[in-house]
């Protein structure tokens, strides 16, 4: 997979995808992600993703939230 002009809202948006969850590139991405960002703006920009106020259906929502938490709990076991 490549990306040649991609945000960072973008990025949290395929990690967090409600329905499709590619594990090599949330560890890839936990890897690298200092390269392009800190910890500090990341948690931001997943906590905002957590609260999103727009999603499809309750499941979406849901998801959601369960793919932020999960990456969340990736990045703490990475960090320690």
Same mark, same amino acid.
Request: charge should be positive; glycine fraction near 2%; proline fraction near 5%.
């Given at each position: 997979?490549?990306?040649?002009?991609?945000?960072?809202?973008?990025?949290?948006?395929?990690?967090?995808?409600?329905?499709?969850?590619?594990?090599?590139?949330?560890?890839?991405?936990?890897?690298?992600?200092?390269?392009? *960002?800190?910890?500090?703006?990341? !948690?931001?920009?997943?906590?905002?993703?957590?609260?999103?106020?727009?999603?499809?259906?309750?499941?979406?929502?849901?998801?959601?939230? *369960?793919?932020? !938490?999960?990456?969340?709990?990736?990045?703490?076991?990475?960090?320690?």
């Amino acid at each position: 997979i490549s990306f040649s002009a991609i945000t960072l809202d973008q990025l949290v948006e395929k990690l967090t995808h409600p329905y499709v969850f590619d594990p090599k590139f949330r560890s890839t991405f936990l890897i690298t992600y200092p390269w392009f *960002t800190t910890t500090k703006d990341l !948690l931001h920009r997943l906590f905002l993703r957590f609260n999103i106020s727009d999603p499809s259906d309750a499941l979406d929502l849901k998801n959601i939230r *369960t793919r932020v !938490l999960g990456t969340i709990k990736a990045l703490i076991s990475i960090s320690s």
